[in-house]
């Protein structure tokens, strides 16, 4: 058998009465002018008052037990929500990451408390998370975090930097991964993660701006910030167990294919009234069968994931080609567009095509590079430590 | 896959662990054991003498004929002659067959005492000169010529499986009314490629990989080299996702998805064979190495049916009807898209 596997997976056909309401939702969120659909908007679109409309429908959270604020309808119907909703081009930033990892991580390893503290706001989109994960001398190298905590009286005092922290600057809280302890032949050990109050006193919030002066990045200096023991995410020392087992969900999620898809459908409008000749077909046409292969692929990882299983290889594979094709589509929509890529302009396939190539870069380094990913797939195929 | 289709599976990679012998153009040995565990009319109905299996099913076992280069007209008799007849309203025999559309210079004809002749020429038939008959959709009818009704100049594809040339000289046939259309026979052979190609896939990747992990140069492993591990990846990539794909398409049925599937298919294996050969260095490239049959018959899968300019472009008509509004239902769309 081989080492990857995957098996295509259908959703169930109950959720179709669920994408029928979100659809019906963005299109009149669109029309009445209330969001407008921009490619990359899980990271670019941080949108407070969209984010709780979304609350109000159920449609955060939607993983979470009803105890906790959730609609426990599952994460396949998450899926179908969350794809709806980046296929629409929707701000979703504000509570993106909340629901998709912070929330689900409190869930899992969080106290009684942290879950009731937390999780019924992060349903509501009133309180958005942040991932203090990577730092100035760490990036896809996790193990090599330098932030440290020391015990102090009732908790820990906690002192370091981290960036590329997407949102902090908004956001309420962020979960840091700080070395606690030593770490270890395996490098691993000595690890843990600490739910940060973004308003504690001793956080320094820094604009990184991104290439087009745009602000969601940001440096997070830490000088001696307290975070009581209460705030400690799961188990002291237990760091990078807790973070990888969230790799598959962080993984292969439709944001790692849609990213651009705002693009593909503008000037798939574009055609249809230009008019396409032969070639413009098979050009949106490759790029549509790809997409729909890779789509697929990530339903396909959706249910196992959905069925308890934890695929991270097969996850970072399709990561792989999934952030590939978000800029590769971008190549090929350019010559079928034959626009000026223009951030100011009233032509939306100029906009948006302005916005996806100087997002561009991005998609194949968040949450671990390509090279990074194709070196897990690759572990993964070898016999044990051929590849070392 | 549930345990019915994993067991079919197992058994039919079992029966070609034993008996597949790539380096042939035909081997009826193992067709004998495939006819014996039953996968040969796998989705013909069973009142028809086949199994009554799905699509799906179909396609999975395809995939494992494909993993081992089984030079069988798997495809051919069970998705389409099979398909052909059974449509038809005829029983299916037994044996290899094979299956075209007629083209407009073959022409059928019915005498006054009611018997049936077709005259012309099919091009690159499938395992003509194997088959025990070739089923013919032409129009609205399917005739069915039996071997000997027919002269064969044979050909070849790039991994030279029989492709032949099918002369008909006022050949007696057998004819039915058939309502299947020449778009279905299209879109049934190109799953079924897709399907062997995601099989052929998987085996150029297992052997890439295993050749990384025995050849030492420099003092390592090739899968110790970086460059070498990033090229194993993107083979496994790109077969995950034509293995996906080939899967979602029998499962949808819709002539969307064996577009999307077909197309992504070829232009997968484009990249695994590159990547393949480039991994396996100068003996890859000889034929004293097993790559080539999987590689070859990629090269030329990736063309039968329908590449994927043919089958993007029908996708593509597709995406730009739907518009802006309408592309990504046409992606979600399901079985009933």
Redesign the interface.
């Given at each position: 058998m081989p080492a990857l596997r995957l098996d295509a997976a259908a959703l169930p056909p109950e959720l179709d009465d669920l994408r029928r309401d979100v659809r019906a939702f963005l299109a009149e969120e669109i029309a009445a002018g209330r969001i407008v659909p921009h490619a990359d908007n899980w990271l670019a679109g941080w949108d407070p008052a969209f984010s709780r409309r979304l609350g109000e429908r159920g449609w955060i959270g939607m993983t979470f037990p009803r105890e906790y604020g959730g609609s426990a309808a599952g994460s396949l119907a998450r899926f179908v929500v969350t794809e709806e909703l980046l296929a629409a081009g929707a701000p979703v930033a504000a509570h993106w990451i909340a629901d998709r990892q912070s929330g689900p991580s409190l869930l899992k390893f969080g106290t009684e408390e942290q879950r009731r503290a937390y999780l019924p706001g992060i349903a509501r989109g009133e309180i958005g998370f942040a991932i203090g994960m990577s730092e100035p001398d760490s990036g896809s190298d996790l193990a090599s975090v330098r932030t440290r905590a020391e015990r102090t009286g009732g908790g820990w005092r906690v002192n370091g930097t981290k960036v590329w922290t997407s949102g902090a600057h908004v956001a309420h809280a962020m979960i840091a991964l700080v070395r606690t302890g030593p770490a270890g032949e395996s490098r691993h050990e000595g690890l843990t993660q600490l739910i940060v109050d973004l308003g504690a006193p001793g956080v320094r919030i820094r604009p990184i701006r991104l290439l087009t002066g745009e602000h969601h990045f940001n440096e997070v200096v830490l000088t001696d910030v307290f975070v009581p023991d209460d705030r400690v995410l799961g188990t002291v020392g237990d760091g990078w167990r807790q973070v990888t087992s969230e790799l598959s969900f962080e993984r292969s999620g439709p944001e790692r294919i849609l990213s651009t898809f705002p693009l593909l459908a503008a000037v798939a409008g574009r055609l249809a009234g230009r008019g396409a000749d032969a070639a413009d077909r098979t050009r949106i046409g490759l790029l549509v069968a790809r997409l729909w292969a890779l789509r697929r692929m990530s339903l396909a990882v959706a249910a196992r994931l959905a069925a308890g299983d934890a695929p991270a290889t097969e996850a970072a594979a399709v990561k792989d080609l999934g952030t590939r094709f978000e800029g590769a589509l971008i190549e090929t929509v350019r010559l079928l567009a034959r626009v000026e890529p223009d951030l100011a302009s009233s032509d939306p396939l100029a906009a948006l095509l302005a916005q996806s190539v100087l997002h561009g870069p991005g998609f194949t380094l968040r949450g671990g590079t390509n090279e990074i990913l194709r070196g897990v797939v690759a572990k993964a195929l070898l016999p044990r430590g051929e590849a070392r | 896959?549930n345990d019915i289709v994993q067991d079919l599976v197992d058994t039919v990679d079992a029966v070609c662990a034993r008996h597949a012998d790539p380096e042939r153009d035909w081997n009826p040995r193992l067709w004998d054991e495939l006819e014996r565990v039953g996968v040969t009319l796998l989705p013909v109905p069973e009142e028809r003498g086949g199994a009554g299996a799905d699509l799906a099913t179909t396609a999975e076992v395809l995939r494992v004929l494909g993993r081992h280069a089984a030079a069988v007209p798997a495809a051919e008799t069970a998705l389409l002659a099979g398909w052909l007849l059974a449509e038809a309203g005829a029983d299916v025999p037994s044996g290899p067959l094979t299956a075209a559309v007629a083209g407009p210079d073959v022409a059928l004809r019915e005498d006054a005492g009611g018997a049936w002749t077709l005259t012309g020429t099919l091009p690159r038939v499938p395992w003509a000169r194997h088959a025990e008959g070739v089923a013919v959709l032409a129009g609205g009818r399917v005739a069915f010529v039996p071997r000997g009704g027919y002269e064969v100049e044979e050909g070849a594809n790039l991994a030279g499986e029989p492709r032949d040339t099918v002369r008909l000289q006022d050949a007696a046939a057998r004819v039915l009314a058939s309502a299947a259309t020449e778009k279905a026979f299209r879109e049934r052979g190109a799953l079924g490629r897709a399907a062997l190609m995601a099989g052929a896939m998987?085996a150029a990747?297992?052997l890439a990989?295993r050749y990384?992990?025995e050849r030492v140069q420099f003092g390592r492993?090739l899968?110790?080299f970086?460059a070498v591990?990033?090229h194993?990846?993107?083979m496994?990539?790109?077969?995950?996702?034509?293995?996906?794909?080939a899967?979602?398409a029998a499962?949808?049925g819709t002539g969307?998805?064996v577009?999307?599937?077909k197309?992504?298919a070829s232009?997968a294996a484009g990249t695994v064979c590159r990547l393949a050969h480039q991994v396996h260095g100068a003996i890859g490239f000889t034929d004293e190495h097993g790559l080539r049959h999987f590689t070859t018959r990629l090269w030329a899968w990736r063309d039968e049916c329908g590449n994927?300019?043919e089958?993007?472009?029908?996708?593509?008509?597709?995406?730009?009807?739907?518009?802006?509004?309408?592309?990504?239902?046409?992606?979600?769309a399901?079985?009933d898209g």
């Amino acid at each position: 058998m081989p080492a990857l596997r995957l098996d295509a997976a259908a959703l169930p056909p109950e959720l179709d009465d669920l994408r029928r309401d979100v659809r019906a939702f963005l299109a009149e969120e669109i029309a009445a002018g209330r969001i407008v659909p921009h490619a990359d908007n899980w990271l670019a679109g941080w949108d407070p008052a969209f984010s709780r409309r979304l609350g109000e429908r159920g449609w955060i959270g939607m993983t979470f037990p009803r105890e906790y604020g959730g609609s426990a309808a599952g994460s396949l119907a998450r899926f179908v929500v969350t794809e709806e909703l980046l296929a629409a081009g929707a701000p979703v930033a504000a509570h993106w990451i909340a629901d998709r990892q912070s929330g689900p991580s409190l869930l899992k390893f969080g106290t009684e408390e942290q879950r009731r503290a937390y999780l019924p706001g992060i349903a509501r989109g009133e309180i958005g998370f942040a991932i203090g994960m990577s730092e100035p001398d760490s990036g896809s190298d996790l193990a090599s975090v330098r932030t440290r905590a020391e015990r102090t009286g009732g908790g820990w005092r906690v002192n370091g930097t981290k960036v590329w922290t997407s949102g902090a600057h908004v956001a309420h809280a962020m979960i840091a991964l700080v070395r606690t302890g030593p770490a270890g032949e395996s490098r691993h050990e000595g690890l843990t993660q600490l739910i940060v109050d973004l308003g504690a006193p001793g956080v320094r919030i820094r604009p990184i701006r991104l290439l087009t002066g745009e602000h969601h990045f940001n440096e997070v200096v830490l000088t001696d910030v307290f975070v009581p023991d209460d705030r400690v995410l799961g188990t002291v020392g237990d760091g990078w167990r807790q973070v990888t087992s969230e790799l598959s969900f962080e993984r292969s999620g439709p944001e790692r294919i849609l990213s651009t898809f705002p693009l593909l459908a503008a000037v798939a409008g574009r055609l249809a009234g230009r008019g396409a000749d032969a070639a413009d077909r098979t050009r949106i046409g490759l790029l549509v069968a790809r997409l729909w292969a890779l789509r697929r692929m990530s339903l396909a990882v959706a249910a196992r994931l959905a069925a308890g299983d934890a695929p991270a290889t097969e996850a970072a594979a399709v990561k792989d080609l999934g952030t590939r094709f978000e800029g590769a589509l971008i190549e090929t929509v350019r010559l079928l567009a034959r626009v000026e890529p223009d951030l100011a302009s009233s032509d939306p396939l100029a906009a948006l095509l302005a916005q996806s190539v100087l997002h561009g870069p991005g998609f194949t380094l968040r949450g671990g590079t390509n090279e990074i990913l194709r070196g897990v797939v690759a572990k993964a195929l070898l016999p044990r430590g051929e590849a070392r | 896959m549930n345990d019915i289709v994993q067991d079919l599976v197992d058994t039919v990679d079992a029966v070609c662990a034993r008996h597949a012998d790539p380096e042939r153009d035909w081997n009826p040995r193992l067709w004998d054991e495939l006819e014996r565990v039953g996968v040969t009319l796998l989705p013909v109905p069973e009142e028809r003498g086949g199994a009554g299996a799905d699509l799906a099913t179909t396609a999975e076992v395809l995939r494992v004929l494909g993993r081992h280069a089984a030079a069988v007209p798997a495809a051919e008799t069970a998705l389409l002659a099979g398909w052909l007849l059974a449509e038809a309203g005829a029983d299916v025999p037994s044996g290899p067959l094979t299956a075209a559309v007629a083209g407009p210079d073959v022409a059928l004809r019915e005498d006054a005492g009611g018997a049936w002749t077709l005259t012309g020429t099919l091009p690159r038939v499938p395992w003509a000169r194997h088959a025990e008959g070739v089923a013919v959709l032409a129009g609205g009818r399917v005739a069915f010529v039996p071997r000997g009704g027919y002269e064969v100049e044979e050909g070849a594809n790039l991994a030279g499986e029989p492709r032949d040339t099918v002369r008909l000289q006022d050949a007696a046939a057998r004819v039915l009314a058939s309502a299947a259309t020449e778009k279905a026979f299209r879109e049934r052979g190109a799953l079924g490629r897709a399907a062997l190609m995601a099989g052929a896939m998987e085996a150029a990747t297992g052997l890439a990989v295993r050749y990384a992990g025995e050849r030492v140069q420099f003092g390592r492993p090739l899968a110790r080299f970086q460059a070498v591990q990033q090229h194993l990846a993107e083979m496994a990539g790109e077969t995950l996702l034509a293995t996906v794909a080939a899967q979602a398409a029998a499962a949808d049925g819709t002539g969307f998805a064996v577009a999307a599937a077909k197309a992504a298919a070829s232009e997968a294996a484009g990249t695994v064979c590159r990547l393949a050969h480039q991994v396996h260095g100068a003996i890859g490239f000889t034929d004293e190495h097993g790559l080539r049959h999987f590689t070859t018959r990629l090269w030329a899968w990736r063309d039968e049916c329908g590449n994927e300019a043919e089958w993007g472009e029908a996708v593509g008509a597709r995406a730009v009807d739907a518009g802006t509004e309408g592309l990504w239902p046409l992606i979600t769309a399901g079985a009933d898209g």
